[in-house]
């Protein structure tokens, strides 16, 4: 029953990282069940498994056992190119650090993963255009990351991620490298991608306050959750 | 935007690095093409010998004569329509104005039917066959020399010893531009008669044919040596561009090393290039992954590096024809011309120099961004996503 309304399903995932011929366990028989239109923060000390079990929800690492299941997808049994294109369709990321190509405009940042397309170049700017509007930067378009604030550039990277109309939002820490002002405007407008667009946000935060916007909040330590 | 337009704005990223590349690269093809026009224009004599010439010399050496006779037998060989002979002189001028230049004792009658790329006013030919001591000279030695239609002319052989003087009969210019305009002609009979040619009687140094069919060059060149080969004199006979390649085999070994020398500096413009790319692509590794997280596939990201490796090298590439162009054809190509008229009567540098410099330019920026270029796109996302320097 939770599987038909979960966008996000785990069941016995364990992740071993080895170094040199040591293994280290991140996570260990983890399940987790994320409800579609939920928006859950997810906390933990550092080297608990936060990042990693983020990477895994998003397509961008791979357990060493265990079932994923994201979107109505087995990812498990994707290659890495159709987990490649699968992301660009599903998965909208926000990181700490922005990550906005320095060399594009705010705009073309927001364009790139329309790029992967079929979309006429009249249908993206109409897409663009709309994504800056609804993180309050239609009037920033032309202007270059450095050009930015942070909490602006953390908005643009926002709409790169709602740009592709993306089931699921996966944030790392969205508000780790941004003031107290910004944060608050970056959740405000998490909370309301979340609320009026429907989006679901997983996100990852060691930020108390940030976690209090989430409607639910997970705490992960030694690789299971609490 | 599309997706040129990230490959592109990373081209000037780092301004000073990608402009300190590119010129690296203009002056790489600029040395490759100034070699290989050196090269070119040392060949193009050879390159655009007439096909419908033979030459026959004697079958030891080109220093060794002729009978004057072989040149009665050469002309009845059928296919053969004219044929003419020469002595080599070597030329000096007494004055030192030039240290060196072509001369023949050639026959005055058909010299200048059978070498028709060199063209003389009929007046000045007619004059020169009824002057025993005629000379013809190229336009280029004429005004080295500073004489004209009339003058009397002193020159020096380096084989056959004192003064030698001649009347200026005409002036030729040439009819094709890789003709030489520093060459000097006179009367076969001036020298066989002197009695400074007195170990050279009746000798002549080579001969050369006409042919009425082209395609017949090798046949024919067996049928000519076929005569002298119960003789005592026995001939090898080629085609023209065999007969230039033949004196030009003595600089083979200066040609072999400007070959190397050009693929030398392709290597160095390579390694420039190599070098420039991976130094970019580890800048942006976090970027790179960045990209593949929202969904860009591992084709994309060595697309856009090698694109970008590309773009740098043509751009580099056509800055240097711009160079090349510049400082031969309007610089150093007329002084050439000019002053080595001997070695180098033409010196431009040909199209497709240019056009091999610009390919190889593309095609060794592509080569120079391959490996970094795969190593970037089989990164794995979440270990680019670390890398933040």
Redesign the interface.
Known sequence: MAEATSIVTLKGINKTFHRGKEPITVLESLDLDVPTGSFEALMGPSGSGKSTLLNIIAGLDRPTSGEVKVAGANLAAMSDSQLAKWRSQNIGFVFQSFNLIPVLTAAQNVELPLLLTSLSGSERTKRVQTALRVVGLEDRMHHYPRQLSGGQEQRVAIARAIVNDPKIIVADEPTGDLDRKSADDVLTLLDKLNKELGKTIFMVTHDPNAAEKASVQRKLDKGALQ | ???A??AR??LF?RKGRTILTILAVAVAVLIFGAIRTAVAMWNAGADEAAVDRLATRHKVSITMQLPKRYIDDVRKVPGIKAATWAVWFGGKDPKERTPFFAAFAADHNTWFDVLDEMSVPPDQLAKWKATPNGTILGDVLAKTLEVKVGDRLTINSDIYPGDWEFEVSGIYTPLRKTADRNSLVFHWDYLNNDPRNEFGKEQIGWVMSQISNASESASLSKAIDKIFDERDDQTVTMSERAFQLSFLGAFSAILTAFDLVSLVILLIMTMILANTIAMSVRERT??YG?????????SYILGFILVEAVLIALVGGLVGIALTTLLINFGMGPFIEQNMAGLFPYFKTPPWVLMVALVAAGVLGGIAAIVPAIRASRHK??DS?RRLD
């Open positions: 935007m599309n997706i337009t990230y704005r990373n990223r976090h970027e960045v990209l593949r997280a929202i969904g860009f596939p591992p996302v979440i996503l």
